[in-house]
């Protein structure tokens, strides 16, 4: 049978995906094909830049730029294939008027390695037996059918995941150390505050695959002895919001979620709670906090959210990411993971590929893979008449990457050592044109408007800081406020409460360390 | 209850387990700066300006929430934490509207005394000079926002002392402001019981009686701690 596959994501659908599926399904059923033509709405299909994106099965083809105006050619063309009684063997006569069949050979997606996003793109999100059939929820079964929980630890442990939200830190010993907290009710936490400027990989990964990350939250679940979850996401994300609610709810109707699961004695039920526009609710303490329905504001730790998080309780959070790779670990077990990326990062990233590229979007690339492979091959590089002049990763916590430091793999470390961070997955691609003190003052905005103003220094600090960035804009600044910048910036990082103000002055001093002289030149002369 | 002996630039201290390194060092005549905390009320750890050196941490630790431990080695006043408590200080006083000429709590402010303690003598850092309003609908008290250093002692012992919670923190970051009830007047909120606690733990000027002309707010913060001592010991009379 033939299927059409057409991203309807929230890149494509801001394309026009919505109404390229409407005329499909229009010329589907005038042509009386319905049943040979598998129409079907799926998660994100790599390179958002060119959508609206539709693949052709079994071809297994990809389609750029495809507007409503094809619908009608691209249906006739398949009737034409079938009326000559061949599926596959002939390819198919056919391009969208305005848009191209993608070469699959291209290193856009013969670099990729899909883990996290292996069904994103084949699979209906809204349809649970669609994920059934490529194997959602079967970990947890097994899991739940033969293994310890101990096991489930060990074998997380083995794997050397670690965490996807930014700090790298080790999964498998968070949730050993949430499964050794004395008390009988745990809760899980999964982290879907996605909300550094640039950055859709978790987006992507809830509208395309929810049940992925459901799974994840209900092994950790049972590893750590929890009996409920909740999923923290940002309102801003609506379609991943309805498609979560609506796994949610198939999930319980099919007892993949709920009470005494696959006829065990373990139950997990899953609540959503959708933030309310508050870029520090990301902070696991302020996510806790507003979780709980107070304000959403960072206390300090210790006490981690493993001793005492939501309603007192010992709490894992994990990022959506995060979560999403513990299916197939499970699977394919801890060294087969293991075996993938470098020795300190192992597995794969999801990177949001955007800004100054020929070819954004989603990519999965195995840890350790240059940033040249992923900007300059994938990406295919900046725009005709320009060249890549940095990448900036992290987003606001991260800072930049100088063009020629792009053989860095990307791995925790590495990118640590050049003052920047892995992050969550944003990677902006910035070419010549580029203002960096211009970047640097846009992060600090980003950082002043979003500072949750609890303790003193990213208060008051983003806003001096700012101030004197947009002094060094307007050419009226001197030598001392250079200094003053330089000071003030490495006060913020050394006092301010919580990460968002530790790492606030990271993006400046970063285009201070690479890009020194697009500051000297905008001072005022002495 | 166990005992935990440490170094507080350079003396030993010798501290009971679960006390704080500010209680202890504080019980040993070592002066750490503090706005936020108050004795009697729930730590927050916001203003940053009791942060101090331990060894072996490369992070600072407020020590109004950092427990000591056996062997711990603390440094209350290197020249890097001198540095950063006349920043957070400069930092105070740049963002509020801070004119001590005019102002009730002249001589007798807390913000004031930590400027000459860290030797503030003029601000590196440009003013802000913000529009802030003034709530004078109360029958006896008024709040003065210009004044006020978000330190969150009107909103805690309101809470946790009083039981009313007439105070909660409203809006983010610069935008921050204390509310009365919903964001209302502050003489509209039934909750509010005139007792006048929040005023006494204003380490500034924000919050004062009315009447009272410039230097004449003679509040005493520590008095919180005298009074929940006798009402504990009240309760605990037969």
Request: with cysteine; hydrophobic share 40%; proline share 6%.
């Amino acid at each position: 049978m033939n299927g059409l596959r057409c991203c309807a994501s929230a890149g494509c659908l801001a394309r026009g995906s919505g109404a390229l599926i409407g005329a499909l399904e229009t010329a589907i059923s005038r042509a009386e094909l319905g049943d040979r033509i598998q129409l079907r709405p799926v998660g994100c299909l790599g390179p958002c830049s060119q959508g609206p994106l539709l693949a052709l099965d079994p071809d297994g083809d990809l389609y750029a730029g495809v507007g409503p105006q094809d619908a009608e050619t691209l249906v006739a063309a398949l009737a034409r294939r079938l009326h000559q009684g061949s599926d596959q063997a002939t390819p198919l006569e056919w391009a969208p008027a305005r848009g191209e069949r993608l070469d699959l050979r291209a290193p856009f997606f013969q670099r990729q390695r899909r883990i996290v996003l292996e069904h994103c793109g084949l699979i209906d999100p809204t349809d649970l037996e669609q994920a059934i059939a490529v194997g959602a929820y079967g970990q947890l079964e097994r899991v739940l059918q033969g293994w310890s929980p101990e096991r489930v630890l060990t074998e997380l442990q083995r794997s050397g995941l670690r965490g996807r939200g930014g700090a790298g830190y080790p999964t498998g010993l968070k949730w050993a150390t949430v499964a050794r907290m004395p008390g009988a009710r745990k809760v899980v936490v999964c982290n879907a505050d996605e909300g550094d400027p640039g950055a859709f990989m978790d987006r992507a990964v809830l509208e395309g695959d929810p049940h992925r990350v459901l799974e994840g939250m209900a092994i950790a679940a049972y590893a750590v002895g929890a009996d409920h979850g909740f999923i923290y996401i940002r309102a801003e994300y609506a379609l991943a919001i309805e498609r979560l609610r609506l796994a949610i709810d198939q999930a319980v109707r099919r007892g993949r979620l709920g009470p005494a699961l696959f006829g065990t004695g373990f139950g997990f039920s899953v609540e959503l709670r959708v933030g309310a526009g508050a870029y520090v609710c990301g902070e696991e303490t302020a996510l806790i906090a507003s979780i709980e329905g107070k304000r959403g504001t960072p206390r300090p730790r210790p006490p981690y959210p493993a001793e005492r998080g939501v309603g007192g309780k010992p709490t894992l959070i994990n990022n959506v990411e995060t979560l999403a790779n513990v299916a197939p670990i499970l699977r394919e077990g801890a060294d087969w993971f293991a075996a993938i990326g470098t020795a300190g990062s192992a597995g794969t990233k999801v990177f949001s590929l955007t800004g100054h590229v020929r070819r954004g979007g989603l990519v999965e690339v195995p840890m350790g893979t240059s940033l040249t492979t992923v900007v300059l091959e994938m990406g295919e590089g900046a725009p005709e008449g320009s060249a890549v002049k940095a990448v900036q990763t992290g987003g606001p916590s991260g800072g930049c990457v100088p063009a020629d430091r792009l053989d860095t793999p990307l791995d925790y470390e590495s990118l640590q050592a050049l003052g920047t961070i892995m992050g969550s997955g944003g990677m902006v691609v910035l070419d010549q044109s580029t203002d960096m003190v211009a970047l640097a003052a846009y992060f600090m905005a980003f950082c002043r408007e979003e500072s949750c103003g609890k303790c003193v220094p990213c208060r008051a600090g983003t806003v001096q800081l700012h101030g004197l960035l947009e002094r060094i804009l307007a050419g009226s600044a001197s030598r001392a406020d250079l200094d003053q910048l330089e000071t003030l910036g490495a006060m913020v990082m050394d006092t301010s409460l919580c990460g968002l103000g530790q790492s606030a002055p990271k993006p400046m001093l970063s285009t201070l360390r690479y890009f020194r002289g697009d500051y000297l030149a905008r001072l005022e002369a002495p | 209850m166990s005992v935990r002996t440490l170094r507080i630039d350079g003396r030993d201290v010798a501290s009971g387990e679960g006390t704080t390194v500010l209680e202890a060092a504080r019980d040993a005549g070592v002066a750490i700066p503090t706005l936020c905390h108050l004795e009697g009320l729930s730590p927050v750890a916001a203003c940053r300006l009791c942060l101090v050196e331990i060894e072996g941490s490369n992070k600072l630790q407020p020590a109004c929430i950092t427990p000591v431990s056996e062997g711990m080695v603390v440094h209350t006043a290197t020249p890097r934490l001198r540095e950063i408590r006349r920043t957070v200080i400069e930092l105070l006083f740049t963002e509020g509207n801070h004119v001590c000429a005019v102002c009730v709590a002249n001589g007798h402010c807390e913000l004031q005394d930590r400027a000459v303690d860290v030797g503030m003598d003029h601000a590196r850092l440009p003013y802000r000079f913000p529009d802030r309003p003034v709530d004078l609908s109360h029958q006896r008290f008024g709040l003065d926002h210009n004044r006020c250093i978000l330190c969150s002692r009107c909103v805690r012992v309101c809470d946790e002392v009083e039981g009313a919670h007439v105070w909660d923190m409203a809006w983010r970051g610069e935008h921050c402001r204390i509310i009365a009830g919903l964001d209302q007047p502050w003489g509209a909120v039934d909750a509010c019981t005139d007792c006048g606690k929040c005023v006494m733990v204003c380490p500034t000027g924000a919050l004062f009686h009315k009447g009272d002309s410039v230097a004449e707010k003679h509040e005493d913060p520590s008095r919180l701690a005298a009074l929940l001592q006798a009402r504990r010991a009240r309760q605990e009379a037969p």
